[in-house]
């Protein structure tokens, strides 16, 4: 007697129970399509360290205006993502893992290694350059790196802007020193930071300001003398001082969203203290 197994298939179902439908080849597509966009941050990152190999004030300034094209590249992907719903169409790649190495070599890595290679610390004190590049590696591992609210947790490691400002600016040695060990420092605070690609009015403003402020930082690109150091002061200096509006707004933005936070926590848990009382 031959006795047969009914065999059951399961059949991919989303949560209300609905048979899941299979993303199509086209939208598979264009979600890869997306993945290599983000990834094209790593093509620049390449380009990036090839240039600071080479050294000399040319390289270093293609470097910045690449990695002025890394963040752009970074503050649209995410968008991107969402739009297409990636995670759904393709659930067996991570593409923030694949966005998180990216920001790492062109946000903390290549900017900081910028740093020593122009010398903009003398080469006794460039050892501090380590506290940044470790601390940021400690952000980037945090499990709450970003918050479910949509904010970033700690300084967001955003060297390449700090590298930017301190190359142009020409800083004396020790406000060089003080401000990467103060943002190095606030890598470990739990603050909350201003996360541009999602959703909120503080987040438009900012995006609002934040478009300006990509103009007037291409504006001083192409005011920086390429085949010299800069000297500290003439227009691409003056720019870089009126462009510092945004980061200023940035962080103060960022600390106001961090201190409404936590009275909204203080008040919450003495209400529920009140009611167990």
């Not at 983000?38 to 620049?44: E, I, S």
């Not at 040319?58 to 752009?72: C, E, G, N, P, R």
């Not at 890595?109 to 380590?130: H, K, T």
């Not at 590696?137 to 970033?152: R, V």
Request: hydrophobic share 50%.
């Amino acid at each position: 007697m031959i006795v047969r197994k009914r065999v059951l298939k399961v059949v991919p179902r989303d949560v209300d129970g609905r048979k899941r439908r299979q993303p199509d080849g086209l939208v598979k597509f264009v979600a890869w399509c997306v993945h290599l966009y983000t990834a094209m941050g790593l093509v620049a990152a390449a380009a990036i360290a090839v240039l600071l190999v080479r050294g000399g004030p040319q390289s270093f300034h293609w470097s910045f205006s690449l990695m002025l094209l890394a963040t752009i590249i970074d503050a649209t992907d995410g968008t991107m993502a969402r739009r297409i719903n990636v995670k759904k169409v393709l659930p067996n790649f991570d593409g923030r893992k694949l966005d998180d190495i990216t920001d790492y070599l062109t946000y903390t890595f290549l900017p900081l290694l910028l740093l020593w290679r122009a010398e903009v610390i003398p080469p006794s004190m460039q050892g501090w350059l380590l506290f940044p590049l470790l601390a940021s590696a400690y952000g980037f591992c945090q499990t709450e790196a970003k918050t479910a609210d949509g904010f970033f947790l700690g300084f967001p490691s955003l060297w390449n802007i700090v590298a930017f400002y301190l190359y142009v600016l020409q800083l004396p040695t020790v406000l060089v020193l003080a401000t990467l060990i103060i943002l190095s420092v606030l890598t470990f605070v739990p603050s909350r930071y201003l996360y541009p690609s999602q959703p909120g009015p503080l987040n438009i403003l900012s995006n609002v300001l934040g478009v300006i402020w990509a103009i007037l930082l291409a504006m001083i690109l192409i005011d920086l003398p390429s085949g010299r150091m800069p000297s500290g002061s003439g227009r691409p200096w003056t720019l870089a001082l009126v462009s510092l509006y945004y980061p200023a707004f940035y962080m103060a933005a960022s600390w106001w969203v961090t201190l409404k936070h936590r009275k909204r926590q203080q008040l919450l848990r003495a209400t529920e203290a009140h009611v167990a009382g």
